[in-house]
């Protein structure tokens, strides 16, 4: 079975790899989901694992539909990954219903051949999936990221086997997989599943410091932007 270890440092990309990890997800901010890890940290990455490295392209947390700007920005990330000898790029795109983006998916995938490429988690949230695997196996997508459009891949693992049934693509199992569930998704009969195995290390006594957590970024219904008329307001009263 192919385990895909979704990391998110150095660090725990050279855990993946000493681990027995068959590839690894490269990201950064797992806390929102994750989105596009550094050039730099893609491009040590590379340099030290012999495993085939994927990168995630999302340009910030929240949804997943797109600006114009933010998807000229992971279209110049696919390419700039492609120039560092990325293996495989993670992206999804949705249109406003919660349909797949036909359009702009095809165009990342067009830039990203021949590199591997991966729908990711985005697929939870499709209003109708068995369609929307059908429309991903036509474009070319190789696998899919998904819990089954439930909160953990084990809450959704008989939709996960089902899927796997109607399609030649990869559904690869991912949310909430762990030592005590990894093995059930193997006897359903999935052929890949993605974990972090994350935990908490080098802790710091912050008593007595103020967060630099902004819990109001936390959205996922709408995206954070500068605005023009606040910062008009602010430049108009110093300068």
């Known amino acids: 079975m192919l385990v895909e270890v979704c990391a998110n440092s150095l660090e725990s990309a ?27 940290l893609i491009e040590l990455v590379k340099k030290e694992l012999s495993i085939p490295v994927h990168v995630l392209i999302r340009p910030r947390g929240g949804h997943f539909t797109y600006s114009d700007a933010e998807f000229e920005v992971m279209k110049a990330d696919v390419l700039r990954c492609k120039e560092l000898g990325v293996d495989g790029i993670v992206s999804g795109i949705l249109m406003k219903d919660f349909s797949i983006d036909i359009e702009r998916t095809k165009e990342l995938l067009d830039l990203a051949s021949p590199m591997h490429f991966t729908f990711h988690r985005a697929f939870d949230w499709v209003s109708e999936p068995l369609e929307a695997i059908k429309q991903l196996e036509g474009l070319g997508v190789q696998t899919i990221l998904t819990s089954g459009g439930e909160p953990s891949a084990e809450n959704g693992i008989k939709k996960l086997g089902a899927w796997q049934q109607e399609t030649s693509l990869t559904i690869m199992a991912g949310g909430g997989v762990s030592p005590k569930n990894a093995s059930k998704f ?11 195995g994350t935990l908490f290390k080098n802790e710091l006594n912050l008593e007595d410091k103020i967060s630099m957590n902004s819990a109001k970024h936390l959205v996922e219904n ?13 430049l108009q009263a110093v300068k």
């Open 186 to 196: 193997k006897e359903i009969g999935l052929q890949a599943i993605h974990c972090s």
């Open 222 to 234: 709408k995206v954070a932007v500068s605005s023009l008329d606040m910062l008009n307001s602010i």
């Open 14 to 40: 050279r855990n993946a790899q000493k681990a027995g990890a068959d590839r690894i997800e490269l990201c950064s901010e797992l806390g929102v989901g994750g989105i596009t890890p550094s050039a730099g």
